[in-house]
T-cell receptor
């Protein structure tokens, strides 16, 4: 079945550091890939998505590229801010299979000023 | 534009008491609806999803149930809460028909503490 694996946290960085959160997936079809972000005490928000191989999703300085050859969708940001502290979830959706999203377990990110 | 509401925002209930959490969506018709639970410091667990009025699929057998009495209303219930029911409950919706049917949009959540 489909699955998502992302790096365990917490990840602690200093402000302005470079961020990478790794995410790999297993899928039998042609899934779309997502990154969601959850700020403290809130629901999840869509951060970015990519629907096919080699697509790059981007938003708020974050980027992720859909790599089919490595089955990966790593999240990157060149210079993080304290306000980026949150939990980040990698996810996939395969509408050819069902209407559900498969989420990774989440990675907690702490940014120190 | 579409919005999703959940209430209450926070709830403290004794073990063995009943539960009713409500979720409503505005600005769209016939959405798919989802209930997730997030235990403290852990990932998301899909509990129920619904593709239409009265149509509920259960992902995890437990003492919770869900109902969809109206197109844009989704209710999570329990007759007797357990300590293990504590967590953060999230409702989500996605489009059906035309448009982006893959992205799910989440409500603000309900934090439930069972004592």
């Amino acid at each position: 079945g489909n699955s998502v694996t992302q790096m365990e946290g917490p990840v602690t960085l200093s402000e302005e550091a470079f961020l990478t959160i790794n995410c790999t997936y297993t899928a039998t079809g042609y899934p779309s890939l997502f990154w969601y972000v959850q700020y403290p005490g809130e629901g999840l928000q869509l951060l970015l998505k990519a629907t096919k191989a080699d697509d790059k999703g981007s938003n708020k300085g974050f980027e992720a590229t859909y790599r089919k050859e490595t089955t990966s969708f790593h999240l990157e940001k060149g210079s993080v801010q304290v306000s980026d502290s949150a939990v980040y979830f990698c996810a996939l959706s395969d509408l050819g299979r069902d209407d559900k999203i498969i989420f990774g377990k989440g990675t907690r990110l702490h940014i120190l000023p | 534009s579409q919005t999703i509401h959940q209430w209450p925002a926070t709830l403290v209930q004794p073990v063995g008491s009943p539960l009713s959490l409500e979720c409503t969506v505005e600005g769209t018709s016939n959405p798919n609806l989802y209930w997730y639970r997030q235990a403290a410091g852990r990932g998301l667990q899909l509990l129920f999803y619904s593709v239409g009025i009265g149509q509920i699929s259960s992902e995890v057998p437990q003492n919770l149930s869900a109902s969809r009495p109206q197109d844009r209303q989704f209710i999570l219930s329990s007759k007797k809460l357990l300590l293990s029911d504590s967590g953060f409950y999230l409702c989500a919706w996605s489009l059906t028909g035309q448009g982006d049917q893959e992205t799910q949009y989440f409500g603000p959540g309900t934090r439930l503490l069972v004592l």
